[in-house]
């Protein structure tokens, strides 16, 4: 079993909608990233999380140590929101990220 | 804002040759990591690095691997003798206790 779920893996919504992206862990760990990855390549870091709620734009993180359980929403979706969307978790002992599959996010106009 | 440069972008090599991948991370950051991901999979995890030695690996990273820090800021991933299976983009990161910094990546291509 994987350390690190991510739900659901494909997403298409319409523009405007809101969005939930869901990742479970399994693993302690000191911190959790969201990051976001273009078809491009590159990794971008959204948010590093180790307890509650992060807020940033139309971004929104959550997350729950006790269910071991973080939430990424976007809010009025857009088009250029389209991209992999990775849960990672960094583990207590700070040596390692664990990445999750990653949730591919298609926002249609 | 300080960010994380990988070179080269790209890098095409034979099978069985040695390459050199190179990062200089944000200077004042403490934890260094080398990721891969293969076209089409999820990134991995190969190997942190702090306070001069490897803190941490996976079991991809086998004795063809090897990182350094030679000069206290470049941050280098050498691959002794390349296998095909080596193709994938792989990306430096780096980690002052503030959210993850990635470079770009290099694309490494063995034919």
């Known amino acids: 079993k994987n350390e690190v779920e991510q739900s659901p893996q494909n997403l298409t919504a319409q523009e405007g909608e809101f969005i939930t992206i869901n990742c479970s862990y399994s693993?302690?760990?000191?911190?959790l990233h969201w990051l976001q990855q273009h078809p491009g390549g590159g990794i971008v870091s959204l948010f590093m999380l180790s307890s509650g709620k992060k807020k940033h734009g139309r971004l929104i993180a959550t997350i729950n140590i006790q269910e071991k359980h973080s939430s990424l929403h976007i809010t009025a979706s857009h088009p250029r929101d389209s991209a992999v969307y990775i849960c990672?978790?960094?583990?207590?002992?700070?040596?390692?990220?664990?990445f999750g599959p990653g949730t591919s996010l298609s926002v249609i106009p | 804002e300080p960010e994380v440069t990988q070179t080269p972008s790209h890098q095409v090599t034979q099978m069985g040759q040695e390459v050199i991948l190179r990062c200089v991370p944000i200077s004042n950051h403490l934890y260094f990591y080398w990721y891969r991901q293969i076209l089409g999979q999820k990134v991995e995890f190969l190997v942190s690095?702090?306070?001069?030695?490897?803190?941490?690996k996976s079991e991809i990273f086998d004795d063809q691997f090897s990182v350094e820090r030679p000069d206290g800021s470049n941050f280098t991933l050498k691959i002794r003798s390349t296998k095909l299976e080596d193709s994938a983009m792989y990306f430096c990161?780096?980690?002052?206790?503030?959210?993850?910094?990635f470079g770009n990546g290099t694309r490494l291509t063995v034919t």
């Open positions: 690095f702090y306070n001069n030695e490897i803190s941490e």
């Open positions: 693993v302690g760990i000191s911190a």
């Open positions: 990161a780096s980690d002052g206790g503030s959210p993850l910094h």
């Open positions: 990672a978790v960094l583990k207590t002992s700070y040596d390692k990220v664990i």
